[in-house]
């Protein structure tokens, strides 16, 4: 089964697309709750392209390794991949004026409920959002 999730993001496709795909910016908002952090990230960004994002709870008690290799990239319009374990992932980055619209279809796996699925991605996909809205907007220091 195919879940798809999105968000639209206040900011233009340049910030979207870097903060999605580079490591530095992964690590910052990957994780669907307060209670779980994303300590490193690896992103080979082009078609054979390996990822590896570590995913951890804050005490330490569970993690484990978000991996898989990348199919096609089409810049700031399109990723897609297949996880480790042989799903996919389509995401797709659509500017509408000076926002910009995330949807993300990924194939679901069998010991977790589609509810549960479909929260913890679209809770990752919100911390997305209020990662780069934040960066967006900081105030610029003069000096």
């Known amino acids: 089964m ?16 870097k903060y999605w ?14 209670d779980w ?17 570590r ?14 290799t990348y199919e096609e990239i089409d810049l700031h319009e399109l990723i897609f991949f297949k996880m480790s374990d ?14 910009v619209k995330i949807m993300e279809a990924f194939e679901t796996e069998g010991s977790n409920s589609e509810a549960q699925q479909k929260a913890g991605w679209q809770a990752i996909l919100s911390n997305f959002k209020k990662y780069v809205e934040e960066q967006v907007n900081q105030p610029k220091v003069s000096v």
């Open 86 to 99: 042989g799903r996919s992932v389509q995401i797709t980055f659509s500017e509408i004026g000076k926002e």
């Open 55 to 68: 995913m951890e709870s804050k005490d330490g008690s569970m993690g484990f390794d978000f991996t898989g």
């Open 2 to 17: 195919t879940v798809t999730i999105q968000t639209t993001i206040n900011a233009p496709i340049e910030k979207v697309w």
């Open 37 to 53: 952090i994303c300590p490193s990230a690896v992103n080979d960004l082009q078609p054979k392209g390996k990822f590896n994002w």
């Open 21 to 34: 795909t580079d490591p530095e910016h992964i690590t910052k908002w990957n994780y669907a709750s307060d």
